[in-house]
């Protein structure tokens, strides 16, 4: 007896439903994706208890006539594709053609539609995916989709709702990216009868990420410099150094328009902040990739969230790069808020006297911060002649070059360096400061000398798994460079006879391990510097200038210029800040001046 029997039309859609529409959020994410693909200038949403109870998206868009009022609830009916080749570049939103059958199947729907200029629109309601009736309506130009009582014929799936404010919270965010993604459409926001949010239309990116993001955060973010490579353009806002959450809530990407997530992204985001980003934390971007649709498939999930790219290194290249050229962009400003002071006020006040106390570092390394090699590991014996270290430099000059104008006026906890500009009062970490100077010094000179080395006294053998040894045959040559002499000892073993002097002391086998799981997501190109850096800010951390360690006045001067020369002066290398700027106009607010 044949057991197989085809599914009822009204089955199949509550199936693929179960896919597309998960919660209210997935619905709103569907009509207001068809709202924008149908060009729509203003789209309202409206929600009820979390829109468990009901959803209206209203629209100015397009409109259908009668005919595709009633062909778009059919199943894989679409307007945006029509051929296979379609597929593999999709401009538009939609392409599946199952969101309004999907949802219809699932909730009490109605839909009113009219294209500019037609006599009369069309109302179209549906229950639990059948036609109840089709009628004349005269509504505006426009679509309007009403969804009501979600999953009142799925009871297994209306279980899984949440409450009524995390389901809310859920419809607040989808439409949060919505906005953002497309600051040209006009968007507003009503939940419970509440006007949560009404968003103008407008041209700046900027002025929506501000209307609903606040302007505090605006104020964190740095705007993409034009960046275009491989024919992939990038551009918006990212959040500066040292600005980060804990997760990943604030970190938009969208591609072509799209909300996007996707590993690479991820990885990329995370390598081109680098040392500017905290360990754990995420950045806070609103990064706009637009690209030839050809080389992305947006077919992977029905919810369309996921995206797969044909050349991943290309696009994780050019968001690395767009990214660090980002963060650069800062320095020129914060350079310039150092520069206002007249530079005969700087040291009107005496220079603090020497205390009595011995200091914890000798005077001759405190003098000499900025070229003190003495403390890090001498160059390898076999590359070219090294200069000799620099000896300490004589007493520094007592005024600072006019373009750093700044007043040092002291130090707080033998730890804060309390300084006047022309905005207000700057306080600078003094370690955390001395660490990027150094890690970019060492940086530099890693780049210009090569990386130093030292012979293990009894070669090591390592075993590694297939995927491990696979990964370090291929990036032998790169880990050579980095100083870890590295060469194939037969099947899954390797032996070491060389680390960086750095690295003396470590556990070379455990070492190893965790720059393969460090460098594996990293791009081939970067992995090299990305492998010193790491190195890097290990050993800067010990050697910096601790805490309590007291310098003399010459020496903060010399290390607010050397901080303000850095290529990233507002963070150290493990990204927490090196400054804080506290303006005039918040102390003002503060002390009630000024509301
Ligand atoms: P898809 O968006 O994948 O094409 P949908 O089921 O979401 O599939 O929509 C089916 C079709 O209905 C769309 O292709 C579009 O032609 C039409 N449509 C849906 N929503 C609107 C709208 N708000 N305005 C105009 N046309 C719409
Ligand atoms: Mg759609």
Redesign the pocket.
Known sequence: MSRIALLSEQVASQVAAGEVVERPASVVK??V???I??G?RKIEVLIRRGGISSIRVV?D????DRD?ALL?LERH????IRTGEDLASIH?L????????SIASVSRFRLA?REAGALAGTEVIVNGGKIESVKDSGDAPG?Q?EVRSLFYNLPARRKFLRTENTESSHVEHQLHLQAIGHPEIGFVFVNDERVVYQLPPTNHLRERIRDLCGAALAAELLEVPEFTADHICIRGFLGKAGVSRSSRAQQLVFLNGRAVENSTLNFALREGYHTALMKGQHPVTFLFIDMDPAAVDVNVHPAKREVRFRNSAEVRDAIVEATRRTLETDRAEWSATFRPTPPAEIFASPAPPIPETPALIPIHEQVALRHDWSTFPAPPPKTEPQPAPQAPEPALESTPSPANDFKILGVLGKLYVLMENASGLVLVDQHAAHERILFEEMLKRMESQGVPTQRLLLPLTLQVSPRDGDWITRHLEVLNQAGIGLEPFGAGTFKIDSLPTFLRGSEPAQLLREIIDDLRETSAQTSKLRLGEDMIAKTVCRHAVKANDFLREPELVRLIQDLLACDLPYCCPHGRPTMIQMSYSELEKKFGRKV
């Open positions: 569907e009509l994706e068809n709202s693909d149908a729509a629209d868009g397009s409109g259908m595709d778009c009916a679409t307007s945006k538009t939609g392409f599946r053609g199952e969101a309004l059958p539609t679509t989709i």
